[in-house]
Nanobody, 124 residues
Framework: VQLQASGGGLVQSGDSLRLSCAAS????????IAWFRQAPGKGREGVSG????????YYSDSVKGRFTISRDNDKNTVYLQMSSLKSEDTAVYYC??????????????????WGQGTQVTVSS
């Protein structure tokens, strides 16, 4: 069972970037997926998630209206489309999977499997 996050990079403020989270060993539509990020010196912050099967999505206030999460079942991949990026979006981004409905969607302890992280740097 493995999650592989990719797509990070160095962009300028206002640019867009798309992160990918590919899974092996299980199907992404059978788990709850969330994207977290961690900036230097800060804790891990949940930014977006997508529910098992029906695919309902949710976002933190800090990214709502700018980020879009989606899932491609054929590719077994979840995406995080990030637009209007700001310097405060700079962080390592992680995808995570929970096999059971999270009681607190932004609590990292609710998620069993984690990708390795991909660095997003937004220059102002």
């Amino acid at each position: 069972v493995q999650l592989q996050a990719s797509g990070g990079g160095l962009v300028q403020s206002g640019d867009s970037l798309r992160l990918s989270c590919a899974a092996s060993g299980f199907f992404l539509d059978d788990v709850w997926i969330a994207w977290f990020r961690q900036a230097p010196g800060k804790g891990r912050e949940g930014v977006s998630g997508i529910r098992r099967m029906e695919g309902g999505t949710y976002y933190s206030d800090s990214v709502k209206g700018r980020f879009t999460i989606s899932r491609d079942n054929d590719k077994n991949t979840v995406y995080l489309q990030m637009s209007s990026l700001k310097s405060e979006d700079t962080a390592v981004y992680y995808c995570a999977a929970a096999q059971h409905p999270p009681n607190h969607v932004w609590s990292p302890t609710e998620y069993t499997f984690w990708g390795q992280g991909t660095q997003v740097t937004v220059s102002s």
